[in-house]
Structures are given as C-alpha cells and as structure tokens.
C-alpha cells in the first residue's frame, strides 16, 4: 500500500500562509488532481509531500511510514515538472537510462526496461533520437518514462503539460491515463485546467488560497459544488 496521509500541513512564506492547514487522504494507487488557481498553494502542497520543502506543523505518511522529516530520497518519490529536463547530449534511451545506471541496475536489464517504457510512453523507435528532435510532447513522454524508470511509489506532477498546446495536452492526457492504468503508481497531478481534471482524475481536490475547499469524484465536484469557489472555479461555463 502506497497511499499517502497528509494531517494538518501548513507553510508560510513570510507573512504569507501558502498552505494552511491541509488535510488528505490518498488512496494508494489513485491518480489525484490538485486544481486551482494560480498562487493557491498547489505546487508548495506538492514540494511538501516530496520533501522539497520542509513544512512548519503537520505531518505527512506514505505507504504508513510518517516521512515528515525525512530526507527526498528516502520517500520514493518521482516528480515531473512542467519544465522538461532532458538532457540534451543523451539521446531518448540514454536519458530513460539515466536512473537505472545510477543505481548499477545490469545491463540487461536496463536494456529490457527502455524498450518496455519506450513502447509505454508510444515512443518505439525514437530511441536513438537526441531531445531537440523530438517534439515537446514527446520530449514531456521522456521525462514520464525516465520517472517512471526507477519504479517510484509515488508520482507527482507540476503542471507537466502546462507548457504546450491544447491539442499536445490532449494528446498527453490520454498518454498519462493510459500509463496509469498500465503502471499504477499512486499519482497526484497538479493543474490550473479544470477540464484537464475532470477528464483525468479519479478524485479532484480543489485548492483555494492555501486550503482545500472540496474533495470529490469529478462528478461529484460538478454536481455538488461545496462552496461558492468550487462554484465558479469548476461548475458550468455561463
Ligand atoms: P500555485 O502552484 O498554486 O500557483 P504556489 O504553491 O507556487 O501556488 O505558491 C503559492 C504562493 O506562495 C504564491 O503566492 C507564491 O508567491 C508563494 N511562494 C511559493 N513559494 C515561495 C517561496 N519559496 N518563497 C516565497 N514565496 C513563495
Ligand atoms: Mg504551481
């Protein structure tokens, strides 16, 4: 069991509360996403739960073990930021790579493993390619498999299609649910695009200013928004 437990987070920057006490249950194997608007927490939530940032009170568990102040490696955490960062002189293989070779995984087994991530990301073929021939939205399917290569426990993801276009974001959300269900890795998935949520999501936690105002099924979010925030941010386009 992977799920992640979140009691009472809270950080400050300054006299600014970016996460005020934030409570959540993950079910393990879920794919989550954090919506709301810009500056309402939602990546400072997602530093927390990595370990990224250390938080002022609250704790945090995953898989049962309180990780609260342990260290980014030892949470077994992937994280995909919207920002892609291949690197450039490797080509696709040696960028999945990457992770394995840092841990002396056999050679064969590296070799087995890009190929299976290669054909999951739908990139069979381009594995010779360097990053700046591939398109962003193939280059953002790299970065997924090269997280996804060191089998983390959880996967999180800042906006990672943020920057590209809606037909490419499209074409990604259907990479990612598919991915999902091969995979099965508890994800949390950060976005400001509520139709992104609605059509990914297994549960949507909507974010306002530092606190959560609703947690539901995308059903249950669209039928019964709990507040006037939840209303207008994802009820019906007027
Ligand atoms: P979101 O991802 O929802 O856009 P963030 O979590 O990035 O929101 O930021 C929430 C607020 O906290 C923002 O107003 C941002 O300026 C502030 N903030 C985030 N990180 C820092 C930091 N390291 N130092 C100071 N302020 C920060
Ligand atoms: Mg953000």
């Excluded at 794919?31 to 608007?37: S, T």
């Excluded at 990301?121 to 953002?140: A, M």
């Amino acid at each position: 069991m992977t799920g992640i437990s979140i009691e009472n987070i809270s950080r400050k920057f300054g006299s600014f509360q970016a996460v005020d006490k934030i409570s959540l249950e993950i079910e393990s194997g879920s794919l989550i996403a954090l919506l709301g608007p810009s500056g309402s927490g939602k990546s400072t939530l997602l530093r927390l739960i990595a370990g990224l940032e250390t938080p002022d009170s609250g704790r945090i568990a995953i898989a049962g073990r309180d990780v609260t102040h342990r260290s980014v490696r030892s949470r077994g955490i992937g994280f995909v930021f919207q920002h892609y960062a291949l690197f450039k002189h490797m080509t696709i293989r040696q960028n999945i790579a990457f992770g394995l070779e840092l841990q002396k995984a056999p050679k064969a087994k590296v070799r087995t493993k890009v190929e299976a991530l290669l054909e999951l990301v739908q990139l069979q073929g381009l594995g010779d390619r360097y990053p700046s021939q591939l398109s962003g939205g193939q280059r953002q399917r790299v970065a997924l498999a090269r997280t996804l290569a060191v089998e983390p426990q959880v996967l999180l993801l800042d906006e990672p299609f943020g920057a590209l276009d809606a037909k490419v974001r499209k074409e990604l959300r259907a990479s990612l649910r598919h991915l999902h269900q091969q995979v099965n890795v508890t994800t949390i998935f950060v976005t400001h695009d509520q139709e992104e949520a609605m059509e990914l999501a297994d549960r949507i936690v909507v974010i306002n200013k530092g606190k959560v105002e609703q947690v539901g099924t995308p059903a249950e979010i669209y039928d019964n928004p709990a507040t006037p925030f939840v209303m207008s941010f994802v009820g019906p386009v007027n």
